[in-house]
């Protein structure tokens, strides 16, 4: 019975800790997506809420450019040439109508 009394404000006072390191994440994610779209919109950066890929990207592929793709890909999102092809070589798997 005594391990009750103790255990229990224990786990209601991490629960509340938790939560609250939990609502602080979720403000910064907000805020630092709020910052971004601002400056997607700035720049003038498309991309498809779908695929997460620059427009200019799929633009490309679509044209049949695919080392240009590439490069796109790397320049604007800062991905490694591995990462960048893998990326490249998925929406050339697509069917041409999926991509934008």
Same mark, same amino acid.
């Given at each position: 019975? @005594?391990? #009750? ?8 006072? !991490? ?7 939990? =609502?602080?994440?979720? %403000? /910064?994610?907000?805020?630092? =997506? #709020?910052? &971004? =779209? ?7 950066? %498309?991309? @498809? ?5 620059? #427009? ?13 793709? &590439?490069?796109?890909? /790397?320049? &604007?999102?800062?991905? @490694? ?6 990326? #490249? @070589?998925?929406? !050339? %798997? %697509? ?6």
């Amino acid at each position: 019975m @005594d391990y #009750v009394v103790v255990v229990l404000p224990t786990f209601v006072a !991490l629960a509340l800790i938790w939560y609250s390191q939990y =609502e602080a994440s979720r %403000k /910064r994610i907000r805020f630092l =997506e #709020v910052k &971004i =779209e601002a400056l997607m919109q700035h720049t003038g950066l %498309k991309f @498809d809420k779908a695929s997460l890929v620059p #427009v200019e990207v799929h633009q490309a592929v679509k044209a049949g450019h695919r080392l240009k793709a &590439i490069r796109l890909y /790397r320049k &604007i999102t800062g991905a @490694d040439l591995e990462q960048a092809s893998a990326v #490249v @070589d998925e929406l !050339l %798997k %697509k069917p041409a109508g999926s991509m934008l």
